[in-house]
């Protein structure tokens, strides 16, 4: 009895078909801006580039391990028996005393002594970071905050008057427009507002509050935006511009 083999052909998919069927990447993320009386001021376009990339643990971790350990003064010094006066005569002679030889009484074995294999303040920590890597990591931690809803668009910091009392104000009405009360209430490390330029009235209104941190956008830096809850935008269309050029 003749036997007849089945056959399965597999269909073939071109690449246009392929294209087709893959999801479209987001082109143009869009964020709510908010005025310092925290009203809606409109919206922003924000690049994917910058506010839609993956989280990235490694290279967050390497980027922010490197900047930890170049941030390290040596401290800890301990002198060797080179660094010690004296003990340039030789205790006594080599034979004939009975007692072990030595050539120095600042070795360390012998009270006063140099230190063997102490701690120096000459020990270099510092380790190599490109700077496209540390840009990258910058952006996927903006894209995580951003996605997570810890990321708030403001107008403008134009305060009236440079007190404490009018920045706390600002502060909690723009955490109440934007649904983030957490933004006011919290004690320790809430916000790291950022700038293209700080106003002088800003500055001085905002820098006796201990929970957050004024500074120019131009020195952000994984760490800080780590270390803070929040992070605050002024100016987006030219904070945006800002973050672009860091990628040249």
Known sequence: ????????????????????????????????????????????????????????????????????TDARTPVAHAKDRGDIRGGGKKPWKQKGTGRARHGSSRSPIWVGGGVAHGPTNETNFTRKINKKAKVKAVFTILSRKFRDGEVIFVKDLALANPKTVDAKAALTKIASGSGIEMLAQRRNNAAFILSPKIETNAKRGFQNMSNLEVNELRNINPLALLQYKYVVIASPEESIEMLKAKMN
């Open 1 to 68: 009895m003749a036997t007849t083999k089945k056959t399965t052909e597999k269909k073939v998919v071109t690449k246009k078909e392929k294209v087709a069927k893959a999801p479209k990447a987001v082109d143009v993320l869009e964020a709510k801006i908010y005025a310092i009386d925290g009203k809606s001021s409109g919206t922003v376009s924000l690049p994917p580039e910058i506010f839609g990339l993956n989280w990235n643990a490694d290279l967050v971790h390497q980027v922010v391990t490197s900047m930890r």
